[in-house]
């Protein structure tokens, strides 16, 4: 099994910045896509960025892109989301995921963390 664990989500006002972290320990694998997605109250699990196991190829949604970068430090098994200039509408809880393979697409991931809070004020 994989283990994810998120950490530093908080509150933060319209135009701040947050960096996320997502720390994955456990089984390992040859290939692997990470990734972060959000839950906003009353709204459905959207994605948001994912990376590639080596880092080389990243993906954002539309919503944050230009906004928000992702990346990783395999050293680390950790995985970042860095988020600036932030709006009221980003504010959800944030999940950090695992999917086996190559495909960066929104489906099929398979393990998941717990979620950390991020709520922007305006």
């Known amino acids: 099994q994989v283990q994810l664990v998120e950490s530093g989500g908080g509150l933060v006002q319209a135009g701040g910045s947050l960096r996320l972290s997502c720390a994955a320990s456990g089984r390992s694998f040859s290939s692997y896509v990470m990734g972060w997605f959000r839950q906003a109250p009353g709204k459905e699990r959207e994605f948001v960025s994912a990376?590639?196991?080596?880092?080389?190829?990243?993906l954002h949604a539309n919503s944050v892109k230009g906004r928000f970068t992702i990346s990783k430090d395999n050293a680390k098994n950790a995985m970042y989301l860095q988020m600036n200039s932030l709006k009221p509408e980003d504010t959800a809880v944030y999940y950090c995921?695992?999917?086996?393979?190559?495909?960066?697409?929104?489906?099929?991931?398979?393990?998941w963390g717990q979620g950390t809070q991020v709520t922007v004020s305006s």
């Open positions: 990376i590639s196991w080596s880092g080389g190829n990243t």
């Open positions: 995921a695992l999917k086996v393979g190559v495909s960066m697409t929104a489906r099929g991931w398979d393990y």
